[in-house]
């Protein structure tokens, strides 16, 4: 926010320069901004400008812009720009974004852009992987050396290497045959003797992943030992390119959205409050649905009860108390279990202990808040039974929270589905369904004593 | 889960060996692993193989062990280990984990292994920083050179410095009176001419963050322009110390912690499902004694309309159908707009037309599903009218939780609260009353014709 809220002025000022057909020195404003900061403005510009501004921007300056935008705005910015002059720019761009532009674009376009390619070389192989994969988050300039080469041939190297390649700080080293075979911080590099061969220096403990395992796999990876650069291999294990820690941000930050948005029953990961309302619609109405399935489900387990709220209509008004709390509950339970799941915090052998606990702590929340609302209830309505079936029916509802909370999302996990999927629809269905039947089958069985202190 | 399933057989080995008294044998298999997976069997050890491990381990191999292991295990394992020998493994330790480790011990011992160390200077001038800031985030042990340094001397300078000062990929320059001045890549030094000064290459352009600056803001800025480390000055633009990207990692890990645990109503966002029982309890409880009184409030409500139960008991099949459905859209929402603004991606002045989306939204998916419920009801029931009163009851609460959805969290970030704490607890006591209030109002309304069709 604070960002933006920064950046809008210079949009300002930028659109009005157009708007008074002073092109250059909007454009020139543009480029005094940092790229990160000239994507932000970019997006907040209207069309007419966006399209405007491409037209005075350098190749190289737009190639940097497109590395900074989000995916979906650089497929549509990439429409404002000739065939020809796209072709130029993704020959700039890093590969690896320059991929995920290439797949956000129609074939047809994608594959006419590729022609017009100086190199289109160091794309085509990511084209390969699937987006999730950590083969579809790397990037193919990477620098590689030689066991043999000395580290003053090295340094060599690293001078004529294209300026642009963007991982300066590790150089990975593989033999004849291509095989990872270590890797050298540059700093080794630069403090180690002149006539000294990589092979010497080189650390031979390489730490890498497979193109084909999940982005997660190597978003942990790069937590667990704090890599900034993790090199990628192929199925025969030669190295195919590199994750720089950049791109693990984004996976630790689509990975928490997904769980945010799963728990609150948002299946479109990619929703955001501005989207199209259709877009929002896809990716809402499917749970509210099933919410709605569970619902009548709850509400057809209360029918069965019809006679009791005749005859003591009171306890309609105490029913969703007892849901309520033992969704929330719920809830919070769940929440924990997917976190500690998320940061590899919960040992399968330990799950019959995190129940235990999780009882233990159900019944004790259950127990102070039973005695809370079944007195003041009891006080409230002058009918001691009434709170006494309340104070009960808590307890076993939170008891049902713990079980139901901690079990769902472990048991999605153990089945391979996301455990965040267990959003607070399923838990609540539970909870909801249970916490009524649980509070109407005691107030059935108290009735006579119930009824025996109603007003009327 | 997978790491600490790979891992177990390990712990468990070394529990054996030092069950059988070969101390040397499970010490050794310790040390075969990196130290990011030393932790992990660490923490899964009990504590008299823990004990017995530390006594069998070298000062560095325990410097970096505690630098890998959680704060509060870190701290839990200083007991084991004499204080003459805990200065010896501060004075090893990254500076930042040795201040946090400073920080999580008594005040008494604390004051006493710091004189016990060789080289506290590196570590003081941390603990002066609170925890959440940059400054209690950031190390010391970082390189930084002269102006007028020939870039051959900056290349002495390093191979001559601590291997174990953590930054070795950017250098930082400062001027006489020790005022940042500029930034130099490893690589940008390896290539240019050996009398070239770190003058002529640097980089001018430093983003920094002051010391007293929240953790988040060193982030979002990391995030924002991809850096690996980030220097940070203090209130006279000094450099103090750097922030690199490992422990921007943990901030950011730590807030999706944060957002997940408020929106799920966990207050302690420490807490883990083995949390000690009382902590969690600390965490969670004040949240369901806040939902007790919003419940209460809404039965309150629902009391309000005692009579019309004892004339029509199957409205009590149905009210919690409508607050519910408001409930869920409504946490959908709150999701949606709190991982906006935790992103950035929310502009003020685009509030209006945010809520309007919503507005919108929560119409079209309240008539679909009003749509839905009230066909499906009122054909279940043989009552239209009941299916009439519920329909319009679910799109006017699905336009409650458009409305409280939406601005409420705004309205957090708006005071300079934690939107996340916006959490379903809030949000539901909203949807829940009203949810309430519209269906059992409308069905007063419509209760001539409603009692029309009721078989009785």
Not at 3 to 31: C, V
Not at 353 to 365: F, K, S
């Amino acid at each position: 926010m604070s960002q933006l809220a920064k950046l809008s002025p210079i949009a300002e000022l930028i659109h009005r320069a157009f708007k008074n057909e002073q092109f250059a020195q909007g454009a020139s404003l543009f480029l005094r901004l940092h790229p990160a900061d000239q994507a932000d403005v970019f997006e907040i510009l209207n069309e007419e400008n966006r399209s405007q501004l491409l037209r005075h921007l350098d190749i190289p300056t737009t190639a940097d812009l497109f590395d900074e935008l989000e995916d979906q705005e650089t497929a549509e910015a990439a429409e404002f720009i000739s065939l020809e002059r796209l072709g130029d720019v993704l020959d700039e761009m890093d590969p690896d974004q320059a991929a995920d532009l290439l797949g956000d674009l129609s074939p047809e376009i994608a594959r006419l852009a590729l022609t017009e390619m100086d190199e289109p070389e160091d794309v085509l192989p990511l084209l390969e992987y699937p987006d999730e994969t950590a083969g579809g988050r790397m990037t193919t300039a990477f620098l590689c050396l030689h066991p043999q080469t000395t580290t003053a041939e090295a340094i060599e190297y690293l001078r004529e290497a294209n300026p642009d390649t963007d991982v300066p700080y590790y150089l990975f080293v593989s033999d004849e045959t291509e095989h990872l075979v270590g890797v050298l911080g540059l700093r080794e590099l630069v403090i180690a003797d002149p006539q000294t061969t990589v092979d010497e220096v080189m650390d031979r403990d390489v730490i890498k992943v497979s193109a084909m395992a999940d982005q997660e796999e190597a978003a942990r990876l790069m937590t667990h030992y704090d890599l900034t650069v993790l090199p990628v291999t192929d199925a025969i294990d030669q190295l195919v390119g590199v994750i720089t820690h950049d791109d693990i941000l984004d996976v630790i930050e689509d990975e928490a959205t997904e769980d945010i948005y799963r728990l609150a029953s948002v299946a479109d990961t990619d929703l955001e409050p501005e989207s199209a309302v259709v877009e929002q619609i896809k990716g809402r109405l499917p749970w509210l649905l099933l919410n709605t399935a569970t619902a009548l489900f709850a509400a057809w387990i209360i029918s069965m009860f019809e006679d009791l709220f005749v005859k003591v209509a009171v306890l309609a008004f105490f029913q969703s108390v007892v849901a309520g709390q033992g969704g929330s509950a719920a809830s919070q339970n769940v929440a924990m279990i997917v976190r500690s799941l998320a940061l590899g915090k919960i040992e399968t052998k330990r799950v019959w202990a995190i129940l235990l606990r999780q009882l233990w702590i159900g019944l004790l929340q259950g127990i102070i808040i039973g005695v809370i609302i079944g007195l003041g209830v009891g006080i409230w309505q002058g009918n001691p039974y009434l709170g006494i079936v309340l104070g009960l029916a808590l307890v076993g509802n939170m008891l049902v929270a713990g079980i139901v909370g901690t079990l769902l999302p472990l048991a999605f996990q153990y089945i391979g589905q996301d455990p965040a999927m267990t959003s607070s629809v399923l838990v609540t269905a539970a909870t909801d369904a249970l916490g009524f039947l649980i509070f109407l089958s005691l107030a059935k069985m108290f009735l006579p004593l119930i009824i025996q202190y109603l007003p009327y």
